[in-house]
């Protein structure tokens, strides 16, 4: 009975090796942190190519309009959080400010554009399985909200909550992107941008002010409005960039297939 114990044993154990050997490399990760924007004019770096990036901002249809002023109002601010100043003495923040006419889901959206192009939108290229998102966010207490947009490797556009801005001063917020969002395409050649980060949105809530203060003349006309203020510091990712070594994994990158097929995707006839 014992030896036939031990047989069964190792019988078992043998056969259980090679099973967890097998699905071992699903589970392998590689993860990697990476700044997307200091706002301070630092270009963003990825597979060789730098992209330096400029942000504007737009509101949703009762942002306000004055004689002297359109919100909302987009600049880089020499202000940001003590963490970061240590390692990073050079970083800005995007300082947003923002009004409006009236209450209810109000918003502004802040979104990227390149420094040397026509002024549109543009997406920032993520690389490898994006896990999280993060940002430093300053808040005013008022009961406003953040979302960040990416878009997914089929062309889909995911809003996710980071978080509320009812608190005061800096705080790091951050968002899980759900499993359920492919990152990198299943089939090869696989293309390592297409996922981006698209944009970030401030909500507004119907029971909050749309903006901080007016100031009157002394006859009570509106001569002034005082908005509501918004930063943010340091957009951050981090991702699982690990990829599975095997025979040929070379031909399942575009600049290889390029390389092989042209640029236009047809191979050269070199044929006399």
């Known amino acids: 009975m014992r030896t036939g114990g031990m047989k069964l044993f190792c019988l078992v154990v043998f056969i259980s090796l090679p099973v967890a050997w097998a699905f071992s490399d699903s589970n392998t990760v590689e993860l990697q942190s990476k700044i997307l924007d200091n706002f301070d004019g630092t270009p963003y770096s990825v597979d060789g190519e730098e992209y330096n990036y400029t ?114 001063g800096w705080k790091n917020l951050r968002v899980a992107v759900p499993a359920g969002i492919p990152m990198v395409s299943n089939v090869l050649p696989r293309s390592i941008h297409d996922t981006t980060f698209v944009k970030f949105r401030i909500w507004t809530s119907p029971e909050e002010k749309t903006y901080v203060d007016l100031k009157r003349d002394v006859s009570g006309n509106v001569t002034e409005i005082v908005p509501f203020y918004v930063y943010i510091a340091q957009l951050k990712v981090l991702s699982d960039i690990y990829e599975t070594v095997y025979d040929g994994d070379e031909l399942g990158y575009p600049k290889k297939t390029a390389e092989l097929w042209g640029a236009d995707g047809a191979a050269q006839n070199n044929q006399n």
């Open 55 to 168: 942000w504007k901002a737009v509101g949703s249809k009762f942002s306000t309009k004055t004689d002297s002023q359109t919100f909302p109002v987009i600049s880089p601010i020499a202000a940001v959080p003590q963490a970061l100043l240590r390692q990073y003495p050079n970083i800005k923040s995007l300082g947003i400010q923002g009004a409006f006419d009236r209450h209810g889901y109000n918003w502004i959206d802040i979104y990227p554009t390149l420094a040397d192009g026509d002024g549109q939108p543009v997406e920032i290229p993520l690389t490898g399985r994006t896990r999280f998102v993060d940002a430093w966010v300053w808040g005013s207490n008022l009961n406003y909200s953040l979302e960040i947009y990416i878009r997914d490797n089929r062309g889909i556009i995911h809003g996710l909550p980071i978080g509320s801005l009812k608190y005061i």
